[in-house]
């Protein structure tokens, strides 16, 4: 069975940092893009940033040059580093993959039960 494992949420003041990783368990065959969302509470789940399996990177404008993405495709991890933060950037941060599992099989969409990031002072 296939899951995500987020790890690294909490709590920070403004302008501090946080590192969210994502690890891929179980038998796969290759991951392909691999991405992060948030979700604030009352609001719609939007997209965050994402790196394809060649390591090419796409960002939010609101994240842009104050969040990394990265990955490292040996441990099947994805990371989100997160720097200078600010308090709108608190949510539920949720790690996303589209994996084959099998040779002969599309991508299927892969999601993490969410990690909380509050930034307050």
């Known amino acids: 069975q296939v899951q995500l494992v987020e790890s690294g949420g909490g709590s920070v003041q403004p302008g501090g940092s946080l590192r969210l990783s994502c690890v891929v368990s179980?038998?796969?065959?290759?991951?392909?893009?691999m991405g992060w969302y948030r979700q604030a509470p009352g609001k719609q789940r939007e997209w965050v940033a994402n790196?394809?399996?060649?390591?090419?990177?796409n960002y939010a404008d609101s994240v842009k040059g104050r969040f990394t993405i990265s990955r490292d495709n040996a441990k099947k991890a994805v990371y989100l580093q997160m720097n200078s933060l600010k308090p709108e950037d608190t949510a539920v941060y949720y790690c996303?993959?589209?994996?084959?599992?099998?040779?002969?099989?599309?991508?299927?969409?892969?999601w993490g039960q969410g990690t909380q990031v509050t930034v307050s002072s």
């Open positions: 790196i394809t399996s060649g390591g090419s990177t």
């Open positions: 179980g038998s796969i065959f290759r991951i392909n893009t």
């Open positions: 996303n993959a589209d994996i084959r599992i099998f040779f002969f099989r599309p991508g299927d969409d892969y």
